[in-house]
């Protein structure tokens, strides 16, 4: 079955524009898949939760699957799960697919799941080992990923697919053309993502004597930590715009010289990989599935989680020697094309699409024909 013909709808909350990472890797599939492929989606809470809201939402949601299964039988449902809420929305519309017998992928995102399921009753638990041993096939974002739906939950490993995320190609680019380096930081401004060691790494000894600006572009808690920057002394040097779209986050990826992320938690962060994208020196933490996309000291450089000093000392790195950043931007820049571009990303999706459409019925050849 040629994977142009299969439909797809997709599960998440908040939609395109308030699912974070998760929503712009859905928007950039569905840009992608172009407009001869049927994708559609179904947004599972709004843009964040509220019962009175999120409610019906979830309730479109579950209508929508019941539609498609009466006037598309055979479409895909796609539905991107992470922890604590999302795991209980997801468990109702998994049981709704299991029960009309909907084919269905359970694409996991959270950023640690085995903790999760740590913190979950054992009635929780058995239900979420349902949901995820009755899905046709689970995607995960890296290896630490399929070993917790292996080993906790029991998905058999031949029904696993590790897919890691993708972001489209910002084609070539060459440095930033300005004397002062830059550093980026793309994401929720908050404790998870490390922004308190960021903001005392910027303000230490080791950089403050250095000719550098930083960019910290996010939702979150801006105020609070425009704040706390003026309080650091870092007024002058330092600016939070506030969420911004892909095109405006493009255009500061496109002008930096580091992408900064020192998570202390992540799947596949979508601000790492668009920074291999862009070609730019990535400092990370070795969370999540990063270090299955960034090789220390060859793409990328890696800092401790929550070690402000040792954050401080890698940026200063970056900053005193351009040829180590042209270095690790040019490696980066080559692993995206190999690894992480929306080419190989659509064509291992469109497989798994394909493996599990079923062969159109004679009675649909005769009406397409």
Known sequence: MHEKSVKVRHYLAGGREFAGGIGRLVGYVVDAAGPDQAHRLSDTRGPR??????????????????????????????????????TIRKLILARLARAIGCTHVLHLHDNDYAADLAARTPRQLARIRRMFQGADRVVVLGHRDRATVVEHLGVAPSRTLVLRNCVPDPGPAGPPDRPVPTILFLGTLGPRKGVPELLAALASPAMTRLDWR???AGDGAVASYLREAARLGLGERVSMPGWLGRAEAGALLAGADILVLPSHAEGMAM??????????????????????????????????????????????????DPALRAR???????????RFSMGAYIGRLGALYGSLAPAPSGLLERKTT
């Open 328 to 338: 690790l931007g040019a490696a980066a820049r080559a692993s995206y094309l190999e």
């Open 49 to 86: 939760w509220s019962p009175p809201r999120s409610l019906p939402r979830l309730g479109l949601a579950l209508a929508a699957m019941l539609g498609d299964r009466i006037v598309a039988p055979g479409r895909i449902h796609h539905i991107h799960v992470a922890g604590r809420g999302s």
């Open 214 to 216: 930083a960019v910290l």
């Open 271 to 320: 601000a790492v990989i668009e920074g291999l994208a862009h070609g730019r020196a990535v400092v990370a933490t070795r969370v999540g599935a990063h270090e299955e996309a960034i090789e220390h000291g060859v793409n990328g450089l890696f800092a401790p989680v929550g070690d402000a000093e040792a954050l401080a000392a890698t940026l200063a790195r970056l900053v005193v």
